[in-house]
T-cell receptor, first 112, second 112 residues
């Protein structure tokens, strides 16, 4: 059975800290892994990763995929209170585009 | 370019009534997806539709739930004879073919 596991489930950090979120997956016919940020409403797209070892970066956020380890990490540097959210990882396979399998998410709380 | 539009944003139904949720995809997007998020759980795929076609409904409950995406007008997710367990956030997403999906703000259904 396919599964996507995120860790930790939640964490609390102080502003300015760096956080690293993990996503591991076990799926057949892996195609891509996506990261979303959810703040009590619509999940907002962050990154899509298809090739192993290539870092995607957007401001203070970055992510990288390791296909050998079947995992991805999402880094947030110099965290701000506005980074408080649930971060979702999703995996899609080659045989079922659109049927994203989501992990349970990591809740990040950034305190002032 | 307007995002994915969902309505209503909040809906309250008594047990046994019908709930009808609507979704208009982003301009230029021909693929629509419905996901459900139960309290304290991650997003679960329900159905993937193109205009007038259901591509993958493997995540839809076998009874009471149906979805359509007609040639004209929004996609509709219909839940007949709602029960308390149907209370959840229902997210619609859309995409161009084979590209990342973008979520709407969600419709929160409460069954009383």
């Amino acid at each position: 059975e396919d599964k996507v596991v995120q860790s930790p489930l939640s964490l609390v950090v102080h502003e300015g800290d760096t956080v690293t979120l993990n996503c591991s997956y076990e799926v057949t016919n892996f195609r891509s892994l996506l990261w979303y940020k959810q703040e009590k409403k619509a999940p907002t797209f962050l990154f899509m990763l298809t090739s192993s070892g290539i870092e995607k970066k957007s401001g203070r956020l970055s992510s990288i995929l390791d296909k050998k380890e079947l995992s991805s990490i999402l880094n947030i540097t110099a965290t701000q209170t506005g980074d408080s959210a649930i971060y979702l990882c999703a995996v899609v396979t080659t045989d079922s585009w659109g049927k994203f399998q989501f992990g349970a998410g990591t809740q990040v709380v950034v305190t002032p | 370019n307007a995002g994915v539009m969902q309505n209503p944003r909040h809906l309250v139904r008594r047990r046994g009534q019908e709930a009808r949720l609507r979704c208009s995809p982003m301009k230029g997007h021909s693929h629509v997806y419905w996901y459900r998020q139960l309290p304290e759980e991650g997003l679960k795929f329900m159905v993937y539709l193109q205009k007038e076609n259901i591509i993958d409904e493997s995540g839809m409950p076998k009874e009471r739930f149906s979805a359509e995406f007609p040639k004209e007008g929004p996609s509709i997710l219909r839940i007949q004879q709602v029960v308390r367990g149907d209370s959840a956030a229902y997210f619609c997403a859309s995409s161009p073919p084979g590209d990342t999906i973008y979520f709407g703000e969600g419709s929160w259904l409460t069954v009383v």
